[in-house]
T-cell receptor
Framework: DVKVTQSSRYLVKRTGEKVFLECVQD?????MFWYRQDPGLGLRLIYFSYDVKMKEKGDIPEGYSVSREKKERFSLILESASTNQTSMYLC??????????????FGPGTRLTVT | QKEVEQNSGPLSVPEGAIASLNCTYS??????FFWYRQYSGKSPELIMF????GDKEDGRFTAQLNKASQYVSLLIRDSQPSDSATYLC???????????FGSGTKLNVKP
């Protein structure tokens, strides 16, 4: 059974703080993703990584950075948290997509509130 | 232009009816499509995927793909109140990492 875990379910931070969100998967997946989900906007890709130390920007990378030092761990960093980064953050992983399937598996999510 | 579009709903159906959820996409490249179910406050979970034209059945769920018309649908037969959730449609080009998610359709199944 694929398992994707995230370090916190709920997090409250102050404006200007540096925030780290951690994600770990136990299925040796090459790909890992960070999304944020907001009402009416759906899932928006922030960054993804297809290998250790490799990363690519998604659709909304501004204000975020990522780190992938080990295959199983992918971190999202909010350099200076702002109130518009209050959101649900979802981590996902998948095998490298040779072919037709290879779905994404999601972690439980982190509900971040920036005050 | 969004790559994958869904009607946000809510779609309301009575218990026991067939629920029909639809999704259109803009990229004509070869793609796989995935249907996820997301309960309120929870993360998305995969229901099924489809990549060939036609129907694919799994229990009460049937996914349909029409590449000529660029739409994907999910039919839920014998809908149950426990099916009430938001359903996300996602597409992925073959051999590419990036998934494109629709904004989701909220389904309410009324007892």
């Amino acid at each position: 059974d694929v398992k994707v875990t995230q370090s916190s379910r709920y997090l409250v931070k102050r404006t200007g703080e540096k925030v780290f969100l951690e994600c770990v998967q136990d299925m040796d997946h090459e790909n890992m993703f960070w999304y944020r989900q907001d009402p009416g906007l759906g899932l928006r890709l922030i960054y993804f990584s297809y290998d250790v130390k490799m990363k690519e920007k998604g659709d909304i990378p501004e204000g975020y950075s990522v780190s992938r030092e080990k295959k199983e761990r992918f971190s999202l960093i909010l350099e200076s948290a702002s109130t518009n980064q209050t959101s649900m953050y979802l981590c996902a992983s998948s095998l490298f997509p040779f072919g037709t399937s290879y779905e994404q598996y999601f972690g439980p999510g982190t509900r971040l509130t920036v005050t | 232009q969004k790559e994958v579009e869904q009607n946000s709903g809510p779609l309301s159906v009575p218990e026991g009816a067939i629920a029909s959820l639809n999704c259109t996409y803009s990229d004509r490249g070869s793609q796989s499509f995935f249907w996820y179910r997301q309960y309120s406050g929870k993360s998305p979970e995969l229901i099924m995927f489809i990549y060939s034209n036609g129907d694919k059945e799994d229990g009460r769920f049937t996914a349909q793909l029409n590449k000529a018309s660029q739409y994907v649908s999910l039919l839920i037969r014998d809908s149950q109140p426990s099916d009430s959730a938001t359903y996300l449609c996602a597409g992925r080009l073959y051999n590419f990492n990036k998934f494109y998610f629709g904004s989701g359709t909220k389904l309410n199944v009324k007892p």
